[in-house]
Nanobody, 121 residues
């Protein structure tokens, strides 16, 4: 079993910052990509950012310039630093990761339960 547990969501004022974290645990052999998606009410889920095991990053167009993704491989944790937040950034943020566990020779995508980020004054 592999679990992804997110933390750091909450209410923040426009222009503020927030840092999300997602820790992977369980029967992990190898963690490949780690990333974040978000889904606002009435909208499709969209990519926020992804980082490979080697540190290469990719960002969604709507967050470029205001968001930084990093990871700590020793802690199996990925972070999302979001700055200059706007009301449009309000959404449920989901962590995901491509992980090979002890029961399989192929990697599987895992998702966290989601954490609410609300940007409002």
């Amino acid at each position: 079993q592999v679990q992804l547990v997110e933390s750091g969501g909450g209410l923040v004022q426009p222009g503020g910052s927030l840092r999300l974290a997602c820790a992977a645990s369980g029967s992990i052999v190898t963690i490949y990509a780690m990333g974040w998606c978000r889904q606002a009410p009435g909208k499709q889920r969209e990519l926020v950012a992804v980082i490979t095991s080697g540190g290469d990053t990719n960002y969604g167009d709507s967050v470029k310039g205001q968001t930084t993704i990093t990871r700590d491989n020793a802690k199996n944790t990925v972070y999302l630093q979001m700055n200059s937040l706007k009301s449009e950034d309000t959404a449920v943020y989901y962590c995901y990761s491509q992980i090979r566990n002890t029961d399989s020779s192929s990697p599987t995508f895992y998702w966290g339960q989601g954490t609410q980020v609300t940007v409002s004054s």
